[in-house]
Structure formats: structure tokens, C-alpha cells
């Protein structure tokens, strides 16, 4: 997908495009023609399998350590120019009464999925308004924010919070052509939901009028559809994406 001044494809960056939902929008991405640079705190068979490939970008950085994600950041843009767009993808998912959550697990949770997405969110919304060409933003959020669900009130607590950032700075930006968006995917079959129990499951399944969990490759095509010019006057909304789940 190019720019339409320069012809030079545009750049996206995402967090966790190692595993899961990440990895299926890299792909997305990567098919549809952008580049793309993305990070995670260790790389996978994905991973190895794009390295090198023209237009790709990984290096290994945590979102809770500063210094590592401003430092791939100024690699990925050596590499590919002042990003076009960023999807902040990467997160942790803590599961159990709050009563019981340790002090160590919500630490981690909010350092990464909170304080983490903001800082590294505030790095890239800096190159982009310098470069003044716009852009785009991309929350993955979770339904989670939307509805309660017992054992995720930490999560939530989270993911809310990201909904809630989604739409603040969606106003803030607006002016300077920056859409700010998010999605809120339902369950999905992924590394962050395998130790769900099979009775979870069935309940889900039960609850889901499409009676599936999602696949990561269901979130790509909204992905690219927020990306695109033809979303250029949506901004500040969060589109479900869960197998109507929530309806
Ligand atoms: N799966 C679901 O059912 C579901 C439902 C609703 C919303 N979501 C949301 O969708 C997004 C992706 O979830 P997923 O299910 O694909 O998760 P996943 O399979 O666990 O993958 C998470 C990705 O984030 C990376 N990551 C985690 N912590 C990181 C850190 N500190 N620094 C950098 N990268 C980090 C992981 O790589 P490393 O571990 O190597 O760092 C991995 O690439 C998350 O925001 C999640 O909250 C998922």
C-alpha cells in the first residue's frame, strides 16, 4: 500500500508481531503491500521465516523497557521512513479474582499493557507529527471494555483504559490528520487464551451466535480497512470484532 504523493509503500508499525493476532496482521500487512516493523521480547519461527525479507523489520524490545523500543524504533525508520501507522497489538493477559492477583502479576500488567502502549504510543505520535503527513492509530483493545467477565478485572481495568485513550486522543489529533481507532476482538484462539478450560470454552461457544472462537486472520481485514484511505473519516470509534459475543 503506497503513499499517494511519494508512491513509496507505507510503514507500518506494530507491536507483538510475533505470535497471535500480531502475526496474522503482519502478514496481512506484508500481502497488502506495506512494510512493516514490529517487535516482541523474543522472535518465533514467523519471525525467522520473514528475516531479511525486503520490507520486514523485527528486533527483539519490550515494551516495558524504553530505551529497547526508542532504540527499534530509530532502526525501523532507518530502514523505512517516519511511520505511516501504528498498531499497538502487544499485551499480557492476567486471569484470576483481583482478590487473589499478586502484587508482581498487576506490576507487569499495567508496566506493559498500560504505561508501556502509552509511552511508546507518545514516541511515535512525536515522528509523525513532525513529519506532518498524517497517519494512523490502531488500539487492540479487547471486549473486555465493554462487558464484564469475572477472573479480568485487572485486564479490563486495561483494556478500558486503552478504549478510553483511543477516543481522548483521537481528539487531540484530529487536526493533524492522525486517525486514532480501535478494535475489540471476542475470544480468540491464541497463546493468550490456551489455558482457558474446556468448560470456559464450551460457555463461550455457547454464548458466540457465529459458535466459534475467532481465528487471529479475523482481525485482518478491519485492520487493513482502518489503514486504508477509505476509513479517512472515521476516527475515535472501536469496531467488535467477536463472533457477536457481546450483542
Ligand atoms: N487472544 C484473545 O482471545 C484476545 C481477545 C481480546 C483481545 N486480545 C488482544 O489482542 C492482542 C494480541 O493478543 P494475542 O492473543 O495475539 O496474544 P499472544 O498470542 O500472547 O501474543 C502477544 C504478542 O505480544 C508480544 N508481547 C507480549 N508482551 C510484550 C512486551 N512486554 N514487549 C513486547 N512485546 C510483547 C508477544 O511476544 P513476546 O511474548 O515474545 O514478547 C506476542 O508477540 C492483545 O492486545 C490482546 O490483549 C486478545
Partial sequence: MSNRSTGQ???????GGSRGLGKAIVQGLLDAGYQV??????????????????????????????????????SAEALFGRPYALINCAAIAVDGLLATTSEDSIRKLLLVNAEGTLRFTRLVV???????????ILNISSISSLRGFTGMSAYAFTKGGLDAFTRALA?????????????APGYYDTDMSHNMS????????????????????????????????QASFITGQCLVIDGGSTV
Avoid: W
Fill in 9 to 15: 509503500p507505507r510503514h507500518v508499525v506494530i507491536s
Fill in 37 to 74: 516493523s514490529t517487535f516482541s521480547r523474543n522472535s518465533s519461527e514467523f519471525i525467522e521465516r520473514f528475516a531479511g525479507r525486503e520490507g520486514f523489520y523485527f528486533a527483539r524490545a519490550d515494551l516495558a523497557d524504553g530505551p529497547s523500543v526508542s532504540s527499534f524504533l530509530k
Fill in 126 to 136: 512525536r515522528r509523525m507529527l513532525s513529519a506532518r503527513s498524517g497517519g494512523v
Fill in 171 to 183: 481528539r487531540e489529533l484530529g487536526e493533524q490528520k492522525i486517525r486514532v481507532n480501535s478494535i
Fill in 198 to 229: 474446556n468448560a470456559h470454552k464450551q460457555q463461550i461457544l455457547r454464548r458466540t451466535p457465529l459458535g466459534r472462537l475467532g481465528s487471529p486472520e479475523d482481525v485482518v481485514g478491519a485492520v487493513l480497512f482502518f489503514l486504508s484511505d
